[in-house]
């Protein structure tokens, strides 16, 4: 079963817009992470925070965590056309490296 | 530098037929390695997980199977497939300890015909 859950199914905007997206998830976890997807291609890590942590950076990319709310977001600053992708949260829980994804979130960035 | 290698990038094989796709990685010891399938674009899927050799966790029962005969090895197979066994088939490793994020290859998209 999947754990996270984005928020939009899609996103479409125009280049220099930021873009944010949502994750909620079901259980305790003991991290979150933000991947990327290109289309027809592997996903890329983008961010990990960890279940103590409430705001993290990285370039023009900025998480937070609420782990009260089981909640999550992804703001992509300044976008980009290259920015376009699908975008998934995935949850770490108890075990060694296993994560468990949502149903991502599809980004248009238009030039 | 590590790096994860995942052959074939495309598949297309008939109902019934065996299935073997392999995936390793290089500069690296002892990764956790996992093979996963992505539906329509869409989410992951955990199909099975390794932390090492001949240590295999199946997460969902199917009609595939996993092996990982060496350190850096990851092999996924069916004796027999199913039109359901269609999909994007994602290898991925990580290093062996919590809190650490995966690193995924290319993915071979499987075409069960």
């Known amino acids: 079963s999947q754990q996270g859950e984005e928020d939009p199914q899609a996103l479409s905007i125009q280049e220099g817009e930021n873009a944010t997206m949502n994750c909620s998830y079901k259980?305790?976890?003991?991290?979150l992470q933000w991947y990327r997807q290109n289309s027809g291609r592997g996903l890329v890590h983008l961010i990990l925070?960890?279940?103590?942590?409430r705001e993290k950076h990285s370039g023009r990319l900025r998480v937070t965590l609420d782990t009260s709310k089981k909640s999550s977001s992804l703001l992509i600053t300044a976008s980009r056309a290259a920015d376009t992708a699908s975008y998934f949260c995935?949850?770490?829980?108890?075990?060694?490296?296993?994560?468990?994804f949502g149903q991502g979130t599809i980004l248009t960035v238009h030039p | 530098s590590q790096t994860i290698h995942q052959w074939p990038a495309t598949l297309v094989q008939p109902v019934g037929s065996p299935l073997s796709l392999e995936c390793t990685v290089e500069?690296?010891?002892?990764?956790?390695l996992y093979w996963y399938r992505q539906a329509a674009g869409r989410g992951l899927q955990l199909l099975f997980y390794?932390?090492?050799?001949?240590?295999i966790s199946s997460e969902v029962p199917q009609n595939l199977s996993a092996s990982r005969p060496q350190d850096r090895q990851f092999i996924l197979s069916s004796k027999k497939l199913l039109l359901s066994d269609s999909g994007f088939y994602l290898c991925?490793?990580?290093?062996?300890?919590?809190?650490?994020?995966?690193?995924f290859g290319n993915g071979t998209r499987l075409t069960v015909t």
């Open positions: 991925a490793w990580s290093p062996p300890y919590r809190n650490s994020p995966l690193h």
């Open positions: 259980t305790s976890i003991n991290n």
């Open positions: 925070i960890r279940s103590n942590e």
């Open positions: 995935a949850t770490g829980a108890t075990s060694y490296g296993k994560l468990t």
């Open positions: 500069g690296t010891s002892n990764p956790n």
């Open positions: 390794s932390v090492g050799i001949g240590q």
